[in-house]
């Protein structure tokens, strides 16, 4: 039961121990949407800690970025160079469920933390290694992150062949290849686990961004294969006389509720638009003359009039808007955190399980602020702890 007298539900990952030697992004993606399951995720991150700490917006010295990724962890900071800390991560790994790490190919090896090292060790061990072209192939160690993923599978030139008048790939800060593997690691991580309830085996799971990138691709992907259609319908944003709107009239209900919403009934009859195929055809000239309408109202009042037609559409939002949107509050999309500099939004997974609690846990760890406590539950004594501490090895 919660503070405020609510009765709190199990998460459905409850139970689950998660050692994450992820830094970053697509590794803490995966991990922290474990933890918001309820996952006991002990993040291992190096003396210096995970590089996200230390990038903007920091409060104080302290990352909102990094909560965001990382909420609802423990933290161990200890040097993976080391026999006595790499002895102790064994011993670790025989108490937990799952293990995800994002290092570059080869490097867990090293550090004598692989799979068939570590699965000899705990046989019902998941292992998910997430990389950005996967563990196998002549680019697999290859140095990638998202950017450079995104112009790899194809996708930058995609999205560039459907802006016209642009000559060269979009800029972007978004860094959808990190997310959409974390994402797909996760989901890779219950179908492991749910298999192992069945056999009682653990096993690897080979995560590729640039697989998950092309796999996105969907229609892309087709017409690569057989080209030569006419160009399908894009849609473009609206001008507005204070912003933009997007409208999607894709059915033909949606286009009769589009006529009828911007008071050309008429439309209808026009020779342009009778069928599907029509509109396809000239589906161009649809959006200017629906521009037409929405430039001379503002977008709000587009959308307030789109909408009550039933027509597909929303109004061009900035992210600080959707920080209070009526929508995502009645749907419990933000869960609020707090760190040594106090308390922010982050998004919780977006969906909801009426048997399972699934929302971001109210805790941001400081660098190894778990670590004695993690060892301690190994039969560590403190003097072993304080040891590890003076021979510069655990922070």
């Not at 230390?54 to 010295?61: F, H, M, S, V």
């Not at 965001?68 to 423990?74: D, F, H, I, T, Y």
């Not at 209070?324 to 040594?340: C, E, N, S, Y």
Request: negative net charge; glycine residues 10%.
């Amino acid at each position: 039961m919660a503070d405020d007298g609510k009765i709190v539900m199990a998460g459905a990952l409850d139970g689950v121990r998660v050692l994450d030697f992820t830094s970053v992004m697509a590794g803490p993606f995966a991990t922290r949407m474990l933890a918001d399951l309820g996952a006991d995720v002990i993040k291992v991150e190096s003396l210096e800690g995970d590089q996200v700490r230390a990038r903007p917006p920091k409060r104080d010295g302290h990352s909102a970025y990094f909560g965001n990724l990382n909420a609802g962890k423990q933290s161990i900071a200890c040097n993976l160079k080391s026999p006595e800390i790499i002895a102790l991560m064994k011993q670790l790994v025989a108490t937990c469920d799952v293990l995800v790490e994002n290092f570059r190919p080869g490097v867990m090896a090293r550090f004598g933390l692989d799979f068939a090292t570590l699965a000899a060790i705990n046989p019902r061990l998941i292992y998910c290694s997430i990389s950005g072209y996967g563990q196998t192939g002549p680019k697999a160690l290859f140095p990638a992150y998202a950017p450079v993923i995104h112009a790899a599978s194809g996708f930058d030139m995609v999205n560039l062949r459907y802006q016209d008048g642009a000559d060269r790939p979009a800029t972007s800060g978004i860094f959808i290849a990190d997310v959409l593997g974390g994402t797909h690691a996760f989901g890779a991580i219950q179908a492991a686990l749910y298999q192992r309830e069945r056999t009682g085996q653990g096993q690897h799971i080979d995560l590729s961004m640039l697989e998950a990138m092309v796999g996105m691709l969907v229609f892309e992907t087709q017409e690569a294969q057989f080209p030569g259609d006419a160009r399908r319908p894009l849609y473009t944003p609206l001008k507005t006389n204070d912003g933009f709107i997007m409208v999607a009239p894709t059915s033909p209900r949606n286009f009769e509720q589009l006529s009828d919403a911007v008071g050309h009934p008429e439309w209808r009859d026009d020779p342009r638009f009778l069928t599907n195929a029509d509109r396809n055809a000239n589906w161009a000239t649809l959006l200017a003359l629906t521009e037409a309408w929405t430039i001379e109202r503002s977008a709000a009042e587009a959308e307030a009039i789109l909408s009550r037609h039933g027509v597909p559409c929303a109004r061009y939002r900035e992210i600080g808007e959707l920080l209070d949107d009526p929508q995502l509050a009645a749907r419990g999309a933000f869960a609020q955190v707090h760190d040594g500099a106090g308390t922010f939004k982050v998004p919780n997974p977006p969906f909801r399980m009426s048997g399972s609690r699934v929302e971001a846990r109210d805790h941001v760890a400081r660098l190894g602020e778990d670590g004695a406590t993690v060892l301690a539950g190994l039969g560590l004594s403190a003097e072993v702890v304080a040891a590890l501490r003076a021979s510069g090895d655990l922070g």
